[in-house]
């Protein structure tokens, strides 16, 4: 069992990063319908005297989009720091 766990949804657009559902706040945040890809930001914490630990996860790709124009994306608006 976690001490302290959060995820943050970041969505890639064509415009940049933009935050999504996080999950400290409960409350859910409906996706940019322009979204090309989806990520999650994970923190742990297994205890109050232990560091937290950070990872991400692609959640959601969007069908619609080549490899070439996502790395493009990827290279234009780099992933959000931890």
């Known amino acids: ?12 657009t064509p415009n940049g990063w933009v935050t999504g559902t996080y999950s400290a706040a409960q409350t859910e ?25 950070y ?6 790709v969007s069908p619609n989009i080549n490899e070439k124009d996502l790395a493009d994306l990827h290279r234009k608006f780099p992933r959000p720091k931890d």
């Open 1 to 12: 069992m976690s001490f302290d766990k959060t995820t943050q949804e970041y969505h890639l």
């Open 29 to 53: 945040v409906v996706p940019p319908v322009d979204r090309v890809e989806t990520w999650e930001h994970n923190m742990e914490q297994s205890s109050p005297f232990s560091r937290e630990i």
């Open 55 to 60: 990872s991400w996860a692609r959640i959601w």
